[in-house]
């Protein structure tokens, strides 16, 4: 089964607008961590954003926060005032923390989601 | 700049051959991760190593190997490449081994292709 789903393949926003990027996971662990990095076309991977399964507040980091559903089990991204910078690849991850031995501390990654931000 | 390094960036290679991808972690950071990155196969975790032993283990072909020597370096070896190893493979850093509030750091990837 997927761990993690991102349904939209690619999204589109026009600059200055706000767009939230849909992540739902999957894990039966209490502790866990949901994970956002950025794919710009020159292929480097940039985290963005952590929240915790504990965390009662929504993580934010600068244009970005998360709106965290734990009882939806979904982890959503919104950027707000696009950029035309943020343009690229978007990847939701989650971490388990007692996964079990072989797949303990690996990221697993969603599909990715292509932003493409319109002047 | 994440502070993780890997060298080379691209690399271009044949069928057969053996190549060894390095990686050096953020200071301070303790593990090392190796994820390969292809159209088909998405972003797949390879395997970790903290503090210099093996501490969890993907869906590692048996041709990879990868090691982590005393200054926390890391090195990938694909041996015997086929076609379909033709993939970005990421090295990722992170302070401990497997809280589930650490956060890895990727390097820039190392571009392979095997004709």
């Known amino acids: 089964a997927q761990k993690i789903t991102q349904t939209q393949p690619g999204m589109f926003v026009q600059e200055k607008e706000a767009v939230t990027l849909d992540c739902t996971y999957d894990?039966?662990?209490?502790?866990?961590?949901l994970f956002w990095y950025k794919q710009p076309s020159s292929g480097e991977m940039i985290f963005l954003i952590y929240q915790g399964s504990y965390d009662e507040q929504n993580a934010t980091e600068g244009r970005y926060s998360l709106n965290f559903q734990k009882a939806r089990k979904s982890a959503n991204l919104v950027i707000s005032a696009s950029q035309l910078g943020d343009s690229a690849m978007y990847f939701c991850a989650m971490r388990e923390e007692y996964a079990g031995g072989t797949s303990y501390g690996k990221l697993t990654f969603g599909q990715g989601t292509i932003l493409t931000v319109h002047p | 700049d994440s502070g993780v390094t890997q060298t080379p960036k691209h690399l271009i290679t044949a069928t057969g051959q053996r190549v060894t991808l390095r990686c050096s972690p953020r200071s301070g950071d303790l593990s090392v991760y190796w994820y390969q990155q292809s159209l088909d196969q998405g972003l797949q975790f390879l395997i970790q190593?903290?503090?210099?032993?093996?501490?969890a283990k993907g869906n590692i072909l048996e041709r990879f190997s990868a090691q982590q020597f005393p200054d926390l370096h890391s090195e990938l070896n694909l041996s015997s490449l086929e076609l379909g190893d033709s993939a970005l493979y990421f090295c990722?850093?992170?302070?401990?081994?497997?809280?589930?509030?650490?956060?890895?750091?990727f390097g820039p990837g190392t571009r392979l292709t095997v004709l």
């Open positions: 190593y903290y503090n210099g032993e093996e501490r």
């Open positions: 894990t039966s662990d209490q502790s866990y961590g």
């Open positions: 990722a850093s992170s302070v401990s081994g497997g809280a589930s509030t650490d956060t890895q750091y």
